[in-house]
């Protein structure tokens, strides 16, 4: 008997990229697998908490879109008290847009009801994502110091002032092994 997962994880998940999107559009295939992630910063400097999150990648709808669901504390360390403050368990879902040239992100988190619209394209080696809060906020999110087995992670929101970009999330992931 399948179970019942089987079905829709048969059905979404894919191998690799569509034949349609280059090797150079390639933006997000190489977070293909699971990640574990230091939080150096969410909506506050949380170093002191040693707080560790994770993250798991694959290409989805026939490799045309990258998939992820980042979970903060990790599932082993989550508790009914965790605070609201520093708890995630939301998926982004990026979507190779031909005609665009690039990638439009969409980050869900259920929980706290934040929805975030934006677009994705490659920065030398960086990847530099650029859109809005659901409210409308300006926002950045950026992959940096990218090498097969590392990242660095940062969210940044424009302040109502129009001039300062605040950090709101900042973390550290390394490849779990496979």
Not at 18 to 45: C, M
Not at 61 to 74: H, T, Y
Not at 109 to 132: C, F, K, T, W, Y
Not at 151 to 175: I, K, N, Q, S, Y
Request: glycine share 10%; net charge negative.
């Amino acid at each position: 008997m399948m179970n019942v997962t089987d079905g829709i994880t048969e059905a979404l998940v894919a191998h690799g990229r569509a034949a349609g999107i280059s090797e150079a559009d390639d933006a997000y295939g190489w977070l293909a697998g699971s990640w574990e992630l230091d939080v150096l910063h969410y909506r506050t400097d949380v170093r002191a908490q040693e707080l560790k999150a994770e993250a798991h990648f694959a290409w989805v709808l026939e490799g045309r879109a990258v998939q992820d669901v980042w979970i903060m504390p990790r599932r082993n360390g989550r508790t009914p008290a965790c605070g609201a403050d520093t708890t995630m368990y939301g998926t982004t879902l990026r979507v190779w847009d031909a005609a665009l040239h690039a990638w439009r992100v969409t980050y869900m988190n259920p929980g706290s009801g934040q929805r975030d619209e934006l677009i994705g394209r490659r920065l030398g080696r960086d990847i530099v994502q650029i859109g809005a809060h659901a409210d409308g906020t300006p926002i950045r999110w950026n992959f940096t110091d990218i090498t097969r087995d590392s990242f660095h992670w940062t969210g940044v929101a424009l302040e109502p002032d129009g001039v300062t970009w605040r950090l709101e999330a900042e973390f550290l992931a390394r490849r779990v092994a496979r």
